[in-house]
């Protein structure tokens, strides 16, 4: 449940919001699926809900594109899993999709709050 009393924000996420997530999620090293969700819906408070039929899609997709790697290993409760790790491209593929979605949330800033500029 969200801290903040929210509901969810389940599939309302704009388009391509979630690859940037996975994307920071990664920076802070390699991680399986289960652990990449956990961590975007902690961070978020559990606003943000992500569904393995989301997830898995956007990793492939990812993968495809050069930004992230995947390799098997062995998983805290010892099963194989794979896991999914940032690529220098992906990297690149961070900080300009970062500052998209910053100049996007300031121009959405200011439809929302045009007194305060």
Same mark, same amino acid.
């Given at each position: 449940m969200?801290?903040?009393? &929210?509901?969810?924000?389940?599939g309302?996420?704009?388009?391509?919001?979630?690859?940037?997530?996975?994307?920071?999620t990664?920076?802070?090293?390699? &991680?399986?699926?289960h652990?990449?969700?956990?961590?975007?819906?902690?961070?978020?408070?559990?606003v943000?809900?992500?569904?393995?039929?989301?997830?898995?899609?956007?990793?492939?997709?990812?993968?495809?594109?050069?930004?992230?790697?995947?390799?098997?290993?062995?998983?805290?409760?010892?099963?194989?899993?794979?896991?999914?790790r940032?690529t220098? &491209?992906?990297?690149?593929?961070?900080?300009?999709?970062?500052?998209?979605?910053?100049?996007?949330?300031?121009?959405?800033?200011?439809?929302?709050?045009?007194?305060?500029?």
């Amino acid at each position: 449940m969200p801290k903040r009393g &929210a509901p969810p924000l389940q599939g309302e996420i704009l388009p391509g919001t979630l690859d940037l997530l996975i994307l920071q999620t990664l920076v802070l090293g390699a &991680a399986h699926g289960h652990t990449i969700a956990h961590a975007i819906e902690h961070r978020s408070e559990d606003v943000l809900q992500v569904e393995h039929g989301s997830l898995y899609p956007a990793l492939h997709r990812l993968e495809e594109r050069g930004w992230i790697a995947s390799f098997w290993g062995t998983s805290e409760n010892n099963r194989k899993a794979r896991y999914y790790r940032l690529t220098r &491209a992906g990297r690149k593929e961070l900080t300009q999709q970062t500052g998209r979605w910053q100049d996007l949330v300031r121009a959405i800033n200011r439809v929302l709050r045009p007194a305060e500029e």
